[in-house]
């Protein structure tokens, strides 16, 4: 067969590949996270693993395709860990079993499997969690500084499996996440600084836990943008625009609207904008349509922190724009090459 004309494209890049570049990625915010929240983080993704080994093989077989080189193609391990890192450390074990369950069988395979869901699978876990069981997924781990004990793996696995920790009452190891406090606290009529006390009292080097879990994810996410991993239109569009309204609405009014620090550098901030928004399968690939998907999550997000039902919206709004992903695509198609207009 003779080769068509140039330019062509090179691309050493295979599924397996770029999903265990993604797991490296994340491994500073894992050991960041298991330092500061303690151990519940790796039972967590040691259940969601057998849980995607159980499922992935399941329906595999239910669809008739070879086992092995879907099972060993990473892409299920990504989806568990993306959904890990948002579920709190001393949740009980079922709630990562059926999160897992749900986004690997709703999210991948009832569409055909990988390259064919058009919805996040980790995100429609997430959304599946957060709106089936509020109350198990906002008690989320103090950090060990801010509670006054620090949670062993025994302790972390007796709790999760069991539900308390003999001699320890959970309250004292429990409670809200900073995004959390700032909703909490506004409906009681208190300001931004009032709300985040608590917040004020876990810092180090001027930074809370979960703002050090960010920076770790933003370095794993850096790492991915160097070598191409992923494209710097994601983190840009979503980080330029959340960073933008926060900017805006805090200068109009500090004492309701939190900073560009805060909103940053809280919650699943930075795990979005390096590793959930950037999934090549839903979202969208042309070099325009990437910065308007991006942009439009970060508008979501901060739309839905600060005025939805839910603290931290990014479930919610990668679902959205997942769904907007096939009209952007449409309208931002790059001109062929050598077409003159």
Known sequence: ????????????????????????????????????????????????VATMLVVEYVMLRLRGRPIKPFMTDMSGLITITGLVFCIPPEAPWWIVVSGSAFALIFGKHLYGGLGYNPFNPAMLG?????????????????????????????????????????????????????????????????????????????????LSSWGWVNIAFMVGGLWMLLTRTISWQYPVGFLGSLALMAFVFNGINPDIYPSVTFTLLSGGTMLAAFFIITDPVTASTTPRGKLIYACGIGVLVYVIRNWGAFPDGIAFAILLMNIAVPLIDKYTQPRVYGHLR
């Open 1 to 48: 067969m003779t080769p068509a004309s140039s330019p062509f494209t090179h691309n050493n890049q295979s599924v397996r590949k770029v999903m265990f570049q993604v797991q490296i990625a994340a491994f500073p915010a894992l050991m960041t996270h298991i330092y500061l929240f303690g151990f519940g983080i790796v039972i967590q993704w040691m259940l969601a």
């Open 126 to 206: 997430y959304a599946f969690l957060l709106i089936s069981f509020p109350m198990q997924m906002t008690q989320w781990t103090l950090p060990s500084d801010l509670s006054g004990h620090a949670l062993g793996f025994f302790d972390s696995a007796h709790y999760i499996f069991m539900g308390y920790i003999p001699g320890l009452a959970i309250d004292a190891v429990t409670g809200a996440t900073p995004l959390n406090e700032v909703r909490t606290g506004l409906s009681q009529g208190l300001s931004i600084s009032e709300s985040l006390s608590m917040d004020v009292k876990s810092q180090f080097m001027g």
